[in-house]
């Protein structure tokens, strides 16, 4: 699955020059938004599967906030950034209002932020492998000439399945079965889980009690699981130096905290 970026151009040329053999993938554009709290509980997601006229929908806690979507649209050769167009994000707050029958009937200044990202949908390349039975769920891999394995489609819940399939597909391409067995993504574990543990939420705020409240210390935790230690001594020693965040406009508070350490660890 892909989403946008400035890389991608090289990806979408490169499929381009594959058409001659039917490789080339459809592009569609998802947009997400992130809206107030108050549409999901605490711990407590929605996805509403669609039908009757509605399109799927996904309704997460996130970091005190609620992430919502996604839209599905052919994607515009206009498009330059990851900014979607108006209709996208009025298109979400429709979803939101019917699937929630109008109990929850969300405002445009409730969109605290959205962004749009690139899809490219299985389109039968040869060699050609599907997985997964739902069409809009499924993935598809196959590989090239020079032996470049490309795996297009799914989703955010499909990723361990994915990569399983992807590595197992590889090994059997490139002929690797005396170097490498076949892999089960549902026993690895992510990265920041190894030294996990359900009280280093509160270890951490006792580390840092002049810049760490309770709540920021969850949401460290939950974005980095063990490395928020890490992510946390590095605020430190930079003076926990916070971005300028959004605030509700119904409450005029600032939903999260994000410290300028948190981008330039993202980025390395």
């Known amino acids: 699955m892909c989403w946008w970026d400035p890389s991608l151009d090289l990806e979408v040329k490169w ?14 554009s998802v947009a997400h938004a992130v809206l107030e709290g108050r549409f999901t509980e ?9 039908g009757a006229g509605k399109n799927p929908l996904l309704l997460l806690p996130w970091l005190g906030a609620t992430l919502a979507g996604p839209t599905t649209a052919a994607a515009s050769e206009k498009a330059t950034t990851a900014a979607p167009p108006s209709s996208e994000v009025k298109a979400i707050l429709s979803e939101v209002k019917d699937h929630l029958n109008g109990a929850l009937a969300a405002k445009p200044l409730e969109v605290l932020s959205s962004w749009s990202g690139l899809r490219l949908s299985p389109a039968r390349p040869p060699p050609y492998r599907r997985f997964s039975g739902k069409k809009r769920d499924a993935f598809a891999m196959f590989s090239s000439e020079s032996g470049l394995l490309t795996v297009t489609g799914g989703n955010w819940t499909l990723y361990r399945q994915m990569a399983q399939a992807a ?5 059997e391409v490139a002929a690797l079965h005396s170097l490498a067995q076949p892999t089960d ?3 690895v574990v992510l990265v920041g889980g190894h030294r996990y543990t359900p009280e280093l939420p509160s270890a951490l705020a006792q580390r840092h009690p002049s810049a760490l409240t309770a ?17 946390a001594e590095l605020a430190a020693a930079d003076g926990f130096r916070a971005l300028p965040s959004p605030k509700s406009p ?13 981008v330039e660890y993202a980025i390395r």
Do not use: C, M
């Open 15 to 28: 499929f381009e020059s594959q058409k001659r053999r039917k490789a080339s993938p459809a592009e569609h």
């Open 42 to 50: 605490k711990g407590v997601g929605l996805y509403s599967p669609g």
């Open 167 to 171: 590595v197992n597909h590889a090994i």
């Open 185 to 187: 993504s549902r026993t």
């Open 215 to 231: 709540q920021k210390a969850q949401q460290l935790v939950r974005t980095y699981g063990d490395r928020s230690v890490e992510v």
């Open 250 to 262: 119904s409450s005029g508070s600032t939903s999260r905290v994000v410290w300028e350490t948190e």
